[in-house]
């Protein structure tokens, strides 16, 4: 189980993800990966191996300006440590990232019910299901999206998502799996470990599952 950082608010999102990344290092990794939102679409870059492989990466290709973002950094379980599988991961046209700490038991099942379906499933992860599950909700808001597929995952999680219909909003939830939302002045965090928020705010709840 690895690290989880999120923002929504006034700053550069992709600043302040990668710097909560970047305090959350110390807890070991395997790859690590961003995703932001503005009023287009989903940008993401994730790299394998360590935060600097991900820095030289948005520095060769920058990300816009957005203050809405997620990040992660993994600790693989499903799937062996490469850019594919690094998170955030998306759903085949990139309408929803997600980044997820923990394990989905019931994934396999998960995955083969989207292959029969017909999607494409890129990565080897038990996370990448959670993408294409809330993409194909019919439910009306984010957060419906969101607790209708959750309702289907058996397992742990510490989840953040990410919608581009929705480019101003950020859904988090946990079960088994730390999250902790931290409130600073007009702005929203969210992190799995305290170490990532520290330097934004001292206000901060921890959820419960
Ligand atoms: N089970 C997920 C994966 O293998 C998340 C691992 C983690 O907690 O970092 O990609």
């Known amino acids: ?5 999120g923002y929504v608010g006034p700053q550069r999102a992709q600043d302040v993800v990668v710097e909560g990344l970047r305090r959350l290092e110390y807890r070991g990794y395997d790859s690590a ?16 191996g360590k935060l600097a492989n991900l820095r ?11 203050g809405t973002g997620i990040g992660h950094t993994r600790w693989a379980t499903h799937g062996p440590a490469n850019d594919v599988n690094a998170h955030p991961h998306t759903d085949g046209k990139g309408i929803v990232a997600v980044v997820h700490n923990g394990i989905i038991d019931n994934a396999a099942a998960l995955r083969a019910e989207l292959a029969d379906a017909g999607v494409d499933l890129a990565s080897d992860t038990d996370t990448e299901v959670l993408a294409h599950l809330v993409a194909a909700s019919g439910a ?11 309702a289907r995952i058996e397992g742990t999680y510490g989840v ?24 600073g002045d007009k702005e929203m965090h969210v992190a799995s470990d305290l170490a990532a928020l520290v330097r934004y705010t001292t206000t901060v709840a921890h959820l419960d599952d």
């Open 160 to 183: 953040a998502f990410l919608h581009a219909d929705f480019p101003d909003r950020m859904v988090v939830a946990r079960n088994g799996s730390p999250l902790i939302i931290g409130v």
């Open 56 to 66: 030289e990466a948005l520095t060769e290709t920058p990300l816009p300006e957005s």
């Open 33 to 48: 990966g961003i995703a932001l939102v503005d009023g287009e679409r989903l940008w993401t870059a994730k790299r394998a």
């Open 140 to 150: 009306a808001t984010l957060e419906e999206k969101v607790a209708e597929v959750l």
């Open 1 to 5: 189980m690895c690290g989880i950082v």
